[in-house]
């Protein structure tokens, strides 16, 4: 019988869909367990841009600290695609990470049986694929500074830093190791170690913070050549660890392996106060508004929520057999079409799995 | 009738075997076709470290300079992976294509036919893929300074610095362009514009060189995104525009539509001098000295070498025929074993394609 604020940020697009759908979820959560969970609603990217003229209003950022844990939906679209970098969509959600000290960004990648045959894969490569990248989230070249444009002897250039703290990078590892611990016990570190100096570092780090987990197994990779065992033999990953922007590519195209980038959720957890939980994809102006994106990767997101912020292991796996019983009754919304069934609207999808669990 | 000065370094691994291949093809084009080659040869990457104490002599420097093109096998192999960076063999890579102004690098993609089925995705969605990737090669952060480790406040840190000058930009996408022009007629311009300065300037010059090119359609693309296209709809491509490590990155990933990396040539041109031509693959150390090696990807850069260097355009089809000749009677050597066909070895396969050219 647990009380828990959560801040929900549904963001652009179909950002409000999706969340809208994994409220619902978490409320029949609420009451099939007896929990009490609050929603509070906050602007952030170009809501709150048209809102409040800024892409991560002061309020929001209140909103998210004095609750346990943060729901959001996505940002983005043509109508602030002009606008000048600071007041960017994406800006919103770069702050809120770095505010919150959203450091480990975890994004499960799994392949359900039923879903195999939608993959752009053979679905013989991707049948049985589990794994988990983990992708550090508040540094690098997302962050290091100087990023801007200068203008040097009539010359026009343009700069950005990537920047490794040995700390920064020893926390996500860290989280790696403690993560592989739990499943199959084998860390693939991804880096560009032949060229970068801060895979440089990272390499050792890793391999300093893997004498501290024995019984787990660290190999490391470089990121060409994981981009293509990607997808060349997906079932040999357990936990990939890796930076900022590698971790951004590699879980897009990770993403086909499990069907459809809308059925990926994710956890960025925090250092220090409560994490966030969002699904990997975007806010699909194309289709908002329509009923018809696919809400599962929020709803798997919600179930991380449940599972990591409020230690409900019994409620998550409700929430992710539900899924999977929709997805085993044919249910499909259109994203998941190439592998038959039946195809439903945002809405239904959301009620069926609801209902179930 | 020509005259033509072929430097050809091999470098570590598999790169002697398949270089072989590629000069045997060579020569048999020149018989073929009356001209006279010369191959000189040059040390490059861990042979050279071993025969010259560093990754890229002076030698080979003016081997190539005084050469018409540049034939390269690969670098690499676990034998140097403990050496100091400066004593790397990618260094010697890293430094023959700073040298040289080696900025634009050419990547096509092509799925053979009769390849389709050995690739992991699907056959059908690889089936007449046909696009390039066109990779800066000189410039972002593979070369920008700062780039090292610092100690600051006792704390370590290691950073580097993607840099791009406006005619950086400008140049090589000018090329993508005018490869365009020849081909299907569309630009994708891949960045992150959401995130990086150095992308904000990429897309404004991107644009400003499309206005030079109004028969030819731009588009731009974020990497994340670019990653997942290139596997939930490949055909989508015509010409890839891209920085120097997202196109490293897309590049490895994209050889898994055309069956094996092992297919892939490159050429690296040059702005001022001699241009370079060498596969995709790595050096392979696992089955260097096997005679196992796909020959493919070498002898096709050689056939690029022909087309970009040389002007020889009748050459470089009797190359490509020979060698979708070799594929189509069933020839395959180990990696392209999953599209069925009869295993051989690296010289029965380069056997058979000189003796067609
Ligand atoms: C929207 C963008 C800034 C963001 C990122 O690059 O991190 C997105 O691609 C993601 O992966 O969450
Ligand atoms: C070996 C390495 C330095 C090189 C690169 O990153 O450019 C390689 O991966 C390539 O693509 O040619």
Redesign the interface.
Same mark, same amino acid.
């Given at each position: 019988m647990g009380n828990y604020r959560i801040a929900v940020l549904p963001g652009d697009g179909i950002g409000q869909e999706v969340t809208a759908g994994a409220v619902e979820v978490l409320k029949a959560v609420g009451v099939r367990f007896g929990h009490e969970f609050t929603f509070e609603y906050g602007w952030i990217g170009g809501a709150a841009i048209d809102e409040a003229g800024t892409p991560l209003p002061e309020e929001t950022l209140r909103l998210c600290r004095e609750s346990d844990a943060v729901l959001l939906g996505a940002v983005?679209g043509p109508k602030w695609d002009g606008n000048p970098?600071h007041l960017?969509p994406?800006k919103g959600l770069?702050a809120i990470r770095k505010q919150l000290d959203l450091y480990a960004n975890l994004r499960p990648v799994v392949c359900y049986d039923c879903l195999a045959s939608a993959s752009?894969?053979?679905p013989d490569?991707v049948q049985g694929v589990d794994f988990v990248i983990v992708r550090e989230l508040t540094g690098g $070249?997302?962050f290091?500074q100087p /990023?801007?444009?200068v203008v040097e002897n009539g010359?026009?250039?343009?700069?950005?830093?990537?920047?490794?703290?040995?700390?920064e990078i020893e926390r996500i590892v860290r989280m790696a190791f403690t993560l592989a611990r739990g499943r199959k016990k084998k860390v693939t570190s991804v880096d560009?170690a032949?060229?970068?100096?801060?895979s440089?570092?990272?390499r050792e780090v890793a391999e300093e913070v893997a004498e501290q987990f024995p019984d787990v197994e660290l190999e490391h990779m470089l990121?060409?050549?994981a981009?293509?065992q990607?997808?060349?033999?997906p079932k040999q990953f357990d936990v990939i660890v890796t930076e900022n922007?590698?971790g951004? $590519?590699?879980?897009?195209?990770a /993403?086909?392996l499990s069907g459809s980038?809308g059925m990926l959720p994710s956890a960025s957890l925090s250092a220090s106060g409560p994490s966030l939980y969002e699904p990997v994809h975007g806010s699909a102006p194309d289709i908002a508004g329509m009923n018809k994106a696919n809400p599962i990767a929020a709803i798997l997101s919600a179930a991380m929520m449940l599972r990591l912020s409020f230690g409900l292991t019994a409620e998550a796996e409700a929430v992710e057999h539900a899924v999977r019983q929709a997805l085993d009754q044919g249910l499909r919304t259109a994203d998941l079409a190439p592998s038959g069934g039946r195809i439903v609207s945002t809405n239904e999808m959301v009620e069926e799995i609801k209902t179930a669990v």
């Open positions: 983005g970098p960017r994406e770069l752009p894969l053979k490569l $070249i997302y290091g /990023s801007g444009r010359e026009e250039k343009a700069v950005d830093t990537l920047l490794y703290k040995k700390e560009k032949n060229v970068l100096s801060s440089r570092l990272w990121v060409d050549n981009a293509m990607l997808i060349r033999a922007m590698f951004d $590519i590699l879980s897009d195209e /993403s086909m980038l």
